[in-house]
């Protein structure tokens, strides 16, 4: 019989998959509506995988070190400049201007 840590961390990497098949199916879709309907279902997963890690560190099964915040500040201007510049080559490709406001 599995144990609840066991049964919860089988349910965690359950949804890592769903993510990662949602994120690739929905980006692999030329349908907008399929594309729409994945990424939804891809925010439910996410979600939910959210909801076992919380339950599973609270219990002690998946335990973390919180960061300090300068190196969460940090991480989230390399992401955040990261995703600028990429946007900026897609506009420069395309031809179109970027959208700052993304």
Known sequence: MLTEQEILQDALI??????KMYCQYGIE??????????????????????????IMNQKGFYPTTPAPASKVN??????????????EK????????ANKGL
Not at 36 to 53: C, E, P, Y
Not at 75 to 82: L, P, R, S, V
């Open 74 to 87: 940090q991480t989230i201007k390399m992401h955040t400049k990261m995703e600028g510049c990429l946007e």
């Open 29 to 54: 879709c030329s349908s907008q509506e399929l594309r729409t309907l994945l990424n939804s279902l891809g925010d439910v997963a996410s979600s939910h995988d959210l909801k076992i890690f919380n």
């Open 14 to 19: 359950a949804h890592k998959f769903l993510i």
């Open 90 to 97: 897609l506009c420069k490709d395309c031809g179109k201007k």
